[in-house]
C-alpha cells in the first residue's frame, strides 16, 4: 500500500479518515493495526480488503492494483486470495456451520467443498458441530466457524478485524491461538486490526495509528 488515503463525504463536507499512509506488508508477516478507537484501523483494514476504495493514492495486493477493479473483480480476487474475520461473526444464520464453511469453496468453484470444509471445521475442533446453526453455537464457537470458512479457501491473506472483541477473555486466547497457529502452518499473511496489546504483541510487528495517520515505528523517527 503506497500513499493512500480515503475521505467520506458528509453534510459539513468531505472528512478525512486516512492521509499519507504508506504501508507495505510482506509475505507471511503477522501485522497489528493498533490505535485508539477513531483512528482509523478498521478503515485501513477495509482499504486493504478493497472493502473501502482509496480516494487518492493506490492501493495494491499482490501485485494487483485494487483500485482498477471492478466490483464484481474485487469480490472474486477477495474470493480467492484473502480471507475476512470480523468481530461480529457475520455468519449466515440460515446455513449450518458446515454450509457456512462451505459457501466461499463453492463460490470459487473449488472441488469437494463440503469435504474441504469439514476439514476446515476439524482445524479448528468443531467437526462436531457441523450440523449446528449459529443460534445454537455459543460466541466462540461462531467465531471459529468464522474462521474456518475463511481460511478454507486458503487464502494468502487473512485480514482480522477485532476478531476476539466479541468473546470473554479465555475463548478469546482460545481463538486467537487458533488464528495465529493456522496462519502460521499455511504461510497465510495476517493483518490484524486490535486494541488488545497482548494480542498485539504477538505479531511480528505492531504499528499504531492516530488521527488517521501512521505513527513511526518503535526505533524510528
Not at 45 to 59: C, D, F, H, N
Not at 150 to 179: C, F, M, R
Not at 189 to 209: N, S, W, Y
Amino acid at each position: 500500500m503506497t500513499n493512500a488515503g480515503l475521505s467520506l463525504a458528509g453534510n459539513a463536507g468531505f472528512v478525512n479518515i486516512l492521509s499519507g499512509i504508506s504501508l507495505v506488508v510482506n509475505p507471511a508477516e503477522t501485522l497489528a493495526l493498533t490505535g485508539p478507537s477513531g483512528s482509523g484501523k478498521s478503515s485501513l483494514l477495509m482499504l486493504m480488503g478493497g472493502l473501502e476504495r482509496a480516494t487518492e493514492g493506490q492501493v495494491s495486493a499482490l501485485g494487483e492494483d485494487l483500485g482498477t477493479l471492478s466490483e464484481d473483480a474485487l469480490a472474486r480476487f477477495r474470493l480467492k486470495h484473502m480471507g475476512i474475520v470480523f468481530q461480529s461473526f457475520h455468519l449466515i444464520p440460515t446455513l449450518t456451520a458446515l454450509e457456512n464453511v462451505a459457501l466461499p469453496l463453492e463460490l470459487a468453484g473449488l472441488p469437494e467443498a463440503r469435504a474441504k470444509a469439514l476439514q476446515g471445521l476439524e482445524n479448528v475442533g468443531l467437526s462436531e458441530r457441523a450440523g449446528h446453526f449459529p443460534a445454537q453455537m455459543s460466541g466462540g464457537e461462531q467465531q471459529r466457524v468464522a474462521l474456518a470458512r475463511a481460511l478454507a479457501p486458503k487464502p494468502k491473506i487473512l485480514l482480522a478485524d477485532e476478531p476476539t472483541g466479541n468473546l470473554d477473555s479465555a475463548t478469546g486466547a482460545t481463538v486467537s491461538g487458533l488464528i495465529f497457529d493456522l496462519c502460521a502452518a499455511a504461510g497465510t499473511t495476517l493483518v490484524l486490526v486490535t486494541h488488545d496489546t497482548a494480542l498485539a504483541a504477538r505479531c511480528g510487528r505492531v504499528i499504531r495509528l492516530q488521527g488517521g495517520s501512521l505513527q513511526p515505528e518503535e526505533g524510528q523517527t
